[in-house]
């Protein structure tokens, strides 16, 4: 079977672009839908969007046959002044980068610490039932992002929520958790890390499963304890994992969208509104397609930067 197979094969032409063909569906569909939105959206960016055009950008012949291409948009050409308007005279652009970057400073170091202390002890040999308490952790990855949302928007309503009746009976004074700048950002603060802290706990406990038990081994003879373990073992061990969830975590804060939308509404006073929201507002809103592609390019330069300096920082492996 194995020789005729092969003179089955030796007689079959070879087509130099077969391969090729194999793999066009997947560059195909990445040209349509990532890379042609990508592109165009910069492109975008140098323009005013003035509302669907009827002209036709292309038109070709083929006998009988005749296939025109619309003009996706009627567009004024207006440089770079979109941008000069974000840096320099966009107030409420400012206010929703200085809500993104407030919730990304708290959440982040919050999300990570927690998490990787959580799969510390997840990890530790004294601990049982594990996969339970994995699982528990790790389940509300699996919960829609409308129906949490929705959720803690109950928890922390001012005047009939749960956490505000908690507070009440135990003699303390309710919080305006969604009436102020504080406490709004907090919410959604304390959302996203509900949410995400068991996904990054499992990929922090895969990590810490990886470090050989000879290391510490070697380390207790030497004398250390269990803070010069984890301090001089664990955290170099786990480094490039520690620095992916932090990559991954930078830039899904920056992107986020859904809480405070269902929860604050980007309030009060446009105290919550994220740039993500910002987008929204001036693409589906407004109509400001021109704008709002500028504000996603700046975007994403920011987390790009922002992401490079973490890889800089956290070493080239």
Do not use: C
């Amino acid at each position: 079977m194995r020789y005729t197979r092969q003179d089955i094969s030796a007689g079959i032409p070879e087509i130099p672009w077969l391969p090729y063909a194999y793999i066009s569906p997947f560059f195909i569909l990445f040209g349509i839908f990532l890379l042609f939105p990508t592109a165009y959206t910069l492109y975008l960016s140098f323009f005013n969007y003035l509302g669907v055009a009827n002209e036709v950008l292309l038109s070709v012949t083929m006998g009988p046959v005749t296939v025109s291409i619309p003009q996706i948009a009627n567009l004024e050409f207006v440089g770079l002044s979109h941008y000069e308007r974000l840096v320099f005279r966009d107030g409420l652009f400012h206010t929703s980068l200085f809500n993104t970057a407030f919730i990304f400073l708290v959440q982040v170091p919050l999300m990570v610490s927690v998490g990787l202390a959580t799969a510390v002890v997840l990890d530790s040999k004294f601990i049982r039932a594990k996969g339970l308490f994995r699982t528990l952790i790790a389940l509300p990855v699996a919960t829609g992002l409308v129906a949490y949302s929705t959720i803690f928007l109950l928890l922390f309503n001012d005047q009939a929520g749960l956490i505000n009746y908690v507070l009440v009976q135990l003699g303390l004074s309710p919080v305006a958790w969604l009436g102020s700048a504080w406490g709004a950002r907090m919410t959604i603060v304390l959302a996203v890390t509900w949410r995400w802290l068991g996904y990054n706990m499992i990929i922090l406990l895969a990590g810490l499963q990886t470090v050989p038990e000879q290391l510490y081994e070697a380390a207790e003879i030497d004398g250390a304890g269990r803070w010069q373990k984890f301090r001089y073992v664990t955290l170099p061990q786990i480094q490039p994992v520690l620095l992916f969830v932090v990559v991954s975590s930078t830039i899904g804060t920056f992107q986020i969208f859904s809480e405070p939308y269902i929860i604050t509404g980007g309030g009060p006073s446009n105290a919550t509104i994220t740039v993500v929201q910002y987008i929204y507002n001036q693409a589906f809103l407004q109509l400001n397609l021109g704008y709002a592609s500028a504000v996603s390019v700046l975007l994403v330069i920011i987390v790009s930067a922002m992401s490079i300096v973490q890889i800089q920082y956290g070493g080239e492996e």
